[in-house]
């Protein structure tokens, strides 16, 4: 599948986010991270947010939430509008009842894995889901470094997801970056949420042009793809 750049608005002026949406208008997704500073030692947004802002923009919304109790509260960010719906593997009770939820009501589900949490304990869940996404830092604050022990771990991923020759996405967060696209691209992610290298750049939508290139070129010459 094509390559697609997710902005995150955790890195945007929450005071402003209309246009800050507008501002990535070529983007895929836009991504919007929920902390309730009980799962990770942050607090953002919430639903009256992610109702506001889907009303704001055209482009749909990708909501990864980094919050406990996801099984109760998940389901009413696909009400609020979110077009993709990311819990946590190590937050939820009853995952495959949780993915079958969101995807009932309308959206597709994702399951976040942390960095020290291993994807082949999940191997046998990742048909009841649209996206899988390991996060390349610790989940909880933007702008950090990206954690390039986290390559074999999305290439192990890639291969799950060829082995049993699903439809999965396979997103990284964290630390995404021009200098850090094509590792992850090449090691068989395609869908890149970045933050400061989007916002922080003196034009946002031309940041999300050149990841999109350089991702793109990665891709057309990873093993993983050519082998599809």
Not at 21 to 35: N, P, S
Not at 175 to 190: F, L, M, N, P, Q
Request: charged share 20%; net charge negative; with cysteine.
């Amino acid at each position: 599948m094509a390559v697609q750049i997710n902005p995150s608005i955790l890195s945007a002026d929450f005071s402003r986010l209309a246009e800050e949406a507008e501002a990535v208008a070529g983007a895929d997704w836009l991504h919007v991270d929920v902390m309730d500073n009980h799962f990770v030692p942050n607090l953002t947004l919430g639903v009256p947010i992610v109702e506001s802002l889907s009303r704001a923009t055209d482009t749909p919304l990708d909501c990864h939430l980094m919050i406990e109790d996801p099984d109760r509260w998940a389901p009413q960010y696909v009400e609020a509008g979110a077009g993709s719906v990311t819990f946590h593997a190590e937050a939820a009770a009853a995952p495959v009842r949780l993915a079958r939820e969101i995807r009932s009501k309308g959206a597709r589900a994702s399951m976040a894995l942390k960095p020290a949490t291993p994807i082949e304990p999940y191997e046998d869940l990742l048909p009841e889901l649209d996206m899988l996404l390991v996060m390349t830092v610790e989940p909880g604050f933007g702008g950090q470094a990206f954690l390039d022990i986290m390559l074999p771990k999305i290439r192990r991923t890639r291969e799950l997801i060829s082995k049993h020759g699903l439809e999965l996405w396979l997103q990284v967060d964290g630390g995404v970056s021009e200098a850090t696209i094509e590792r992850c691209a090449e090691a068989g992610a395609d869908v890149f949420v970045a933050g400061s290298a989007v916002y922080g750049a003196g034009d946002p939508a031309a940041a999300v042009r050149g990841l999109r290139e350089k991702a793109t070129a990665a891709t057309a010459s990873a093993a993983w793809a050519c082998a599809h």
